[in-house]
């Protein structure tokens, strides 16, 4: 589910799928489909996420993509360990901004932003 934190910034609670890939597949529309000012920084909030599958982590490569294009930040928070697990396997941590939770991802945003200002 998308909740507009603030007009910069998006927070997506996600759950196990089939919501996820189609939590993921909007988000990206509405990234892909934004204009450069209305573009928010997206927060993805994997509390309720159990697994993810090769789909979902291509997925979320993508969106990253677009985001980072954008000029926008996308940070996940609240990974369990099983997902973490995959994600330092295949190295995606590296890649994937994180926090571990919500309020840090939203604090950690906010502060980048007053700081390129």
Known sequence: MQNDWSEDIVVVDLADEPALSDELTDMAKRIETGQAKRVPHVVLNFSSVTYVNSSN???????????EAMGRVMKLCSINEEIMSVLMTTGLDKIFHSAPD???ALAGIQLDDAEAD
């Open 57 to 67: 982590l291509a997925q979320l490569l993508r969106l990253n993509r677009a985001v």
């Open 102 to 104: 919500p309020m840090t």
